[in-house]
């Protein structure tokens, strides 16, 4: 194939012209030449020769850089400032110049050149002719168009008498740009279009068009082609300012006898390129409502196909390729629906967990491509219709995804849009049943995901990206982490990510790191995300009762061992779910201690609000419950209720209608617990106010205790870091036998004590301590328990050690 030359320069900055030359060196469509002498270039460009010449616009504003007369040169005008691009669109293929401006932009030295502001230029009136190199399905389309617009300018002139209407730029230039008129060159260029990969194996094979049909779609899609085209639509219709036909310029166009309305019948049966809007209306522009209808265009997924541009997806929609290992049953489900029926339709039910993740990943393992899409991002029928062309042309499956969430009107647009014949499987997720016009309807049941299949996707997901597939991690995962397919992906691409950066960290530390960064996006408002600063050593609790705590993050871990290789899964009547309720006084460490479990599992920890869960509003509080629930399942988190019997109280008789709205509450969070998979912990200080039905349903109801003269002494020393400066005065075990106070307020006579002495000297000694001690009491009430100070200590003594 013959390459596009290039010329670069010159520019007075001949480092900035070397980048450019390195940016666009690697295209094999170019050969790039940096040109040094201002004379060289009216020299390199004599040959008459397909040519971008990239010029410096030294005067740094928006008009024309003065072109080369050769009409066989489109210049693009070039900041050297690295803050403005301006291209003077003179050339046939713009599509060639828009491809090298996005390998610019592509690059990786953005620093070289930056293409912030790229914007079109008034093309001049003379009109060149640029060609592309080689034989391509493209140049076939632009051959033929030259020689159909030939013909229809030569009849507009004959008719005419010669005048050229409006137009005052050069009519035999125009003219002779298309070549001469001659009806057998033009059907012969008709024939090698139409054997072009593009149509013979693509288009005529989808969509069956007739030759009249493929005539409409090319001579719609010129002026998106190259500016001359609409130059000619303007002199065939005598309106410069429409570069679009009309239906009656694109009925004379195909057939000179046909009229206007037999196009607008062509355009709107029931034939494929109807239904699919292969030719259809331009949209009118914002400043030009209410004018008559602009013209025609061809459909902007069949103008990238021509273009060879890849899907541009975006709007909500996006093709997938690839996926992690799929669900076997759902499989084998999928490959019988389509196998057996055509144009199947199948439907995947409100609220089925990762159900349209699990079918596109089921779809991909028997060989058929997805196309997905938001149901809330489709506004019109036009926009539906667009998403069915595109999976047509990319034999792919249509699937629309969360209709039970979008609008009335985008659902009522999925569902009563008869896409019947225009995609080859249509997928609707989040509806109970699929249209009444669908002939082979299935309702999907999409399964339970099984740690075994976790455990086999984050394998692959870790082998995919570089980390290994260590079995043991892989497992560690699954048991701790029901992410969904897309999450588990991100997961895996960040810890990959962090190990090229350097980091040497375990890999299942660094797959948890990363699932704990995924995680945050799923967090709704409702919930915060306490930080997770605590282990196992800063908990002071009795052995029996630190026992009972390490037990509960066991259960998560061992859980798909015991309830699904041994068997238990069919012996629990109230779900798979760990629940625990932690009581106790406040300050005992009932908090602390769901941190703790939070950071041993690796997974965050999602601490409910009850402010903002809780509603007057009949049916809100059970929404924002459901969020928190789905927040936490996504984000595989520890959901945390603190304060629990704020909700989780006792049901009451009923005697009015608040009473009957509040146990409808209760009664919900029993369901939504017992339908949890994950681990909820709540907190209370009078379990005697938690409702029986809950306590019956958790697995752990722990009783936190008061802490003992030895165990506060410990949590005194853990109070106090090691990197504190103390006095040689402060004698901690005097504080832990003389007052009976809980982790809790110990903590925060250590923090009240070392902000005193950090006014005061900046060391923290014994007066610090008591005079903290002291606020604290008397904050609690308990005024008799300050005469336990007044005693001094037996003996001053820094008592420091560690557990």
């Known amino acids: ?48 020769q397909p040519t971008v010449l990239i010029l410096e616009d030294r005067a740094g504003e928006n008009e024309v850089h003065p072109l080369p007369r050769s009409p066989f040169v489109a210049v693009i005008l070039v900041s050297s400032e690295g803050t403005d691009v301006q291209i003077a669109l003179n050339q046939l293929d713009s599509a060639r110049l828009r ?100 149509w013979q194996q693509r288009l005529f094979r989808t969509f069956a068009l007739e030759p009249a049909e493929v005539r409409a779609i090319c001579l719609a899609a010129a002026p998106d082609l190259d500016q001359r085209y609409a130059w000619a639509y303007g002199l065939l219709q005598n309106n410069y300012a429409e570069p679009r036909p009309s239906g009656s310029t694109l009925a004379h166009l195909l057939d000179p006898d046909l009229v206007g309305a037999e196009f607008t019948a062509l355009v709107t049966g029931r034939r494929l390129f109807a239904r699919y809007g292969l030719v259809r209306p331009a949209p009118a522009p914002a400043d030009r409502a209410g004018e008559p209808q602009p013209g025609y265009r061809a459909a902007p997924a069949i103008l990238d196909l021509m273009l060879g541009k890849r899907p541009r ?36 039910a409100p609220g089925a967990h990762d159900g349209a993740e699990e079918v596109a990943a089921a779809l991909l393992a028997i060989g058929r491509p997805v196309l997905r899409a938001d149901a809330w991002a489709l ?21 629309l995804e969360g209709l039970d969430q979008a609008s009335d009107a985008a659902r009522s647009l999925c569902l009563s849009t008869d896409l019947q014949g225009l995609v080859d499987g249509l997928v609707l997720d989040g509806v109970a049943s699929a249209p009444k016009a669908a002939r082979a309807t299935v309702a999907l049941n999409i399964g339970r995901v099984e740690a075994e299949d976790r455990k086999k996707r984050w394998a692959f997901a870790m082998r995919d990206n570089g980390l290994g597939s260590d079995e043991e991690t892989s497992a560690g995962l699954a048991a701790r982490l029901r992410f ?60 029996r009762i630190e026992a009972q705590v390490k037990a509960v993050p066991t259960h998560v871990v061992n859980g798909p061992t015991v309830l699904d290789h041994w068997g238990y899964s069919r012996r629990l009547s109230y779900g798979r779910g760990v629940g625990a309720l932690f009581c106790g006084a406040s300050g005992t460490g009932k908090t602390m201690s769901a941190q703790v479990i939070a950071r041993a599992l690796g997974v965050d ?69 017992e339908a949890y998979e994950g681990l909820v912990i709540l907190t209370s200080n009078l379990k005697a106010n938690i409702d029986p039905a809950f306590l019956r349903r958790l697995r752990f109801v722990i009783d936190f205790p008061f802490p003992n003269a030895a165990e506060r002494q410990m949590i005194w020393e853990r109070a106090i870091p090691d990197t504190a400066p103390c006095a040689e005065d402060l004698d901690v075990a005097f504080l832990a036998r ?27 000694e014994m007066r610090h301590v008591m005079a903290a001690t002291r606020a604290e009491l008397i904050k609690m009430g308990q005024f008799t328990a300050e005469r336990a100070l007044e005693d001094p200590p037996s003996r001053a003594l820094i008592t420091r050690g560690r557990a």
């Open 99 to 198: 491809d090298a401006i996005g390998l610019a932009e592509q690059t990786a030295h953005p620093k070289v050149i930056s293409l912030s502001d790229v914007r079109p230029v008034q093309p001049p009136l003379a009109l060149p002719h640029f060609r592309h190199g080689g034989e391509s399905a493209l140049r076939s389309v632009t051959d033929w168009l030259d020689a159909a617009f030939a013909l229809a300018l030569d009849r507009l002139v004959a008719a005419r008498g010669g005048d050229a209407g409006g137009w005052s730029g050069d009519l035999a230039a125009l003219m002779a740009g298309f070549g001469a008129a001659d009806t057998s060159e033009e059907a012969r260029l008709f024939g090698i279009m139409l054997e072009t990969p593009l």
């Open 484 to 543: 969904r397919l897309s999450d588990i992906r991100l997961v895996a691409e960040l810890a990959a990510g962090r190990r090229r950066a350097g980091d040497t960290s375990d890999t299942e530390d660094l797959m948890l790191e990363a699932a704990r960064h995924v995680s945050i996006r799923h967090a709704p408002a409702t919930v915060r995300r306490p930080p997770l600063h605590f282990d196992w050593t800063d908990l002071v609790l009795p052995e």
């Open 1 to 48: 194939m013959a390459l596009t030359r290039t010329f670069i320069g010159p520019f007075r900055r001949r480092a900035f012209a070397d980048g450019l030359r390195a940016l666009l060196e690697d295209d094999p469509n170019l050969s790039v030449t940096a040109l040094v002498d201002p004379e060289d270039v009216e020299r390199h460009l004599a040959a008459d």
């Open 313 to 348: 997806g975006g709007g909500g929609w996006w093709l997938q390729a690839a996926a992690l290992p799929a669900l076997a049953e759902l499989t084998a489900d999928l490959e019988r629906l389509f196998t057996h029926v055509a144009d199947p339709v199948a439907t995947i």
């Open 379 to 399: 506004e019109s029928e036009e926009k539906l219709i667009d998403l069915a062309l595109h999976a047509r042309l990319h034999d792919a499956v249509l699937l």
């Open 738 to 764: 003389r007052l009976e106070l809980s982790g809790g307020s110990i903590q925060q006579i250590a923090v009240n004590a070392a902000f005193a002495a950090a006014s005061d000297g900046g060391v923290i």
């Open 605 to 673: 920890l999602m601490q409910v609000e009850l402010s903002r869960c809780v509603s007057k509003y009949i049916g809100e509080t059970e929404k924002n419950i459901d969020a928190c629930f789905r927040a936490a399942d996504a984000a595989s988190a520890c959901l945390l209720f603190d304060e629990a019997d704020a909700m989780f109280g006792k049901r009451t008789q009923i005697k009015d209608a608040h009473d009957r709205h509040a146990n409808v509450e209760v009664a919900y969070l029993l369901q939504r617990i």
